[in-house]
């Protein structure tokens, strides 16, 4: 009898109030994540929707009209490309975007620009071309004067001294690493430029900052991360014994970091730490050694590389299983899906056969990460419908578990999709999280359905 007028009351009590706290959690929700999808998918229990459901499904939006076109590189590794990147998003500009191969540079982009290197800007009111990172930002700021990144007077000039003195002990001791012919007196002199111009940044940035132009960011911030970004991930990796360069060591620069990782503008262009744990390996073998052996103390960095990017993995994995029912709450209150969730959802729609195709691809040689295990290609049916799960779990569209023909092949190709994406060549630093997160959440309860059979 007591258990059951307690169980009233607690009806009671959620019947009444529960519409209340919707009604009052909606609006502040509405404001602060992306409005519901546009079009809700109505599926029944026993289907698993296709791509063109879930390309349905996404919010219908009017894209803006280009002005300009970017030139830059397909895997979103060049420094400088990613300067006039985020001075793009910052600016608000819209542009459209043309991917330059490196390796193997079109005769007609050779043409147009005489350095032949990337970034390059296209406009498109009067067809003129402009190359180099700080010109190009300059003539951004030329042609849409508001919310301009290049301060006038020296604190520019000023500014960007510090920048090139950073970037440049960066790279020179960054390098040392894979310098046999380096003496240890040498190095230890490249580490203290280093040192010497860290320290000059950060009593720069301490006093106002939280970026070097005070409270908004500046061309000088955005010529300075993408070194900085690196190096707060790789050096890690090759300089252990170096404070990191987001601990309070730095207490400017760390708050400089945080500053950027909660800047909209930033996201869409940044890498993340597993992206660039896994690029540090890729990039000391290609690197390292002159074309023959890769020498014993850069095998050792390639395997802490590999060791830490598979940490990051599992740090993701680990939080895989969580919010998903806090997820569901906000979504039952009137919240939607978040901008992040969707950028992933779009990326990986529109690039979903070459997705699965690189997981099932064990008939060809691998360009990067060749110590993945890839599938046999009779695995593509179950990694797709894996892989379809998993955006529908982005986009929060209602599904049950697919029913795959192999169970072993659908977590095998969502592990390996998990490791493969990489910020920025495949999607933003925040929708790689969600769609790792994603993935792994995925691969974790077809991994359960295994060991109940």
Known sequence: ?????????????????????????????????????????????????TWDDLKSSLPKTTPSTPELILYRDTNGWCPFCERVWISLEQKGIPYSTELINLRDKPQWYKDMVPTTLVPAVKFKSDDKVVWESMEIIKELDLRYPSNKLISSGLTHESDMKIVDSVTSAAVKYSFSSRNSSLTSSDRQILENTFEDSLIALDVRLSPSG?????????????????????????????????????????????RWFSAFDDLKSYQIPSGDELSWLTVSSVFLKMFSGNGTEVNPGVKAKIVMAERAAEEAVEVVR??????????????????????????????????????????????TTPK????????????????????????????????KHPSYDDLDAAQRGMEFIARRVCAPRDMGAKAAEEFRRCLLKEAHEIERRKSRK
């Open 1 to 49: 009898m007591l258990r059951s007028l307690l169980l009233f009351c607690c009806f009671t009590v959620a019947s009444t109030f529960i519409p209340i706290l919707a009604s009052t959690i909606q609006p502040i929700l509405a404001s602060t994540v992306q409005p519901i999808l546009a079009s809700t998918i109505q599926l029944s229990a026993a289907q698993s929707p």
């Open 210 to 254: 939280p970026f070097l132009g005070g409270s908004e960011p500046s061309a000088a911030d955005f010529a300075l991360i993408p070194m900085m970004e690196r190096n707060r991930w790789q050096l890690p990796i090759t300089f252990p014994n170096f404070p990191r360069l987001d601990s309070k060591e730095w207490s400017g620069i760390k």
């Open 318 to 363: 680990g939080k895989a299983g969580r919010g998903w029912k806090r997820e569901k709450f906000f979504r039952l209150l009137g919240g939607g899906v978040s901008e992040k969730r969707i950028e992933a959802a779009t990326k990986v729609i529109s690039n979903h056969e070459a997705v699965v195709n690189d997981a099932c691809s064990s008939t």
């Open 368 to 399: 990067s990460q060749d110590t993945l295990e890839r599938l046999s290609p009779n695995s593509k049916k179950s990694v797709d419908l894996a892989l379809r799960s998993v955006t529908a779990r982005l986009l929060g569209v209602p599904t």
